[in-house]
């Protein structure tokens, strides 16, 4: 099988994925979401959170982000999302010491951030 061939196997079995898929969501009557929490130490986390967003906005679905950062950065991700209005809401938390360990909703500096996250 040549590259073009694979190509063209993918980008139709790709079609037939995203109508079952699109068909299975206009059958959905209750309205709720997902969310996922990315901590630890090390790299990865935004990556992984804002690859997670992509392939929701590629499935058009709406997305919220809440971003811990320390101090009052801008951040280019922020930037980024405002170019989807109506697909994501994204907010950043500049709280200190939100990533010490403990129950963010227990530490009063944290609960703005916890009260976005709902």
Same mark, same amino acid.
């Given at each position: 099988?040549?590259?073009?061939?694979?190509d =063209?196997q993918?980008a139709?079995?790709m079609?037939?994925?995203?109508q079952?898929?699109?068909?299975?969501?206009?059958?959905k @009557? =209750?309205?709720?979401g997902?969310? +996922?929490v =990315?901590t630890?130490?090390?790299k990865?986390?935004?990556?992984?959170?804002?690859?997670?967003?992509?392939?929701? =906005?590629?499935?058009?679905?709406r997305?919220?982000i809440?971003?811990f +950062?320390?101090?009052?950065?801008?951040?280019?991700?922020?930037?980024?999302?405002?170019?989807f209005?109506?697909?994501? @809401?994204?907010?950043?938390?500049?709280?200190?010491?939100?990533?010490r360990?403990?129950s963010? @909703?227990?530490r009063?500096?944290?609960r703005?951030g916890?009260?976005?996250?709902?």
């Amino acid at each position: 099988m040549s590259d073009a061939e694979r190509d =063209l196997q993918h980008a139709q079995e790709m079609k037939v994925l995203q109508q079952a898929r699109r068909a299975e969501r206009a059958t959905k @009557t =209750l309205r709720g979401g997902l969310l +996922i929490v =990315l901590t630890g130490s090390g790299k990865g986390k935004s990556s992984s959170g804002f690859g997670m967003v992509a392939r929701a =906005l590629g499935w058009d679905m709406r997305v919220g982000i809440v971003q811990f +950062i320390k101090g009052k950065w801008q951040t280019g991700e922020k930037h980024f999302f405002r170019r989807f209005p109506e697909a994501v @809401t994204f907010e950043v938390m500049a709280s200190p010491g939100t990533c010490r360990t403990g129950s963010a @909703t227990s530490r009063p500096h944290a609960r703005p951030g916890s009260a976005a996250a709902r």
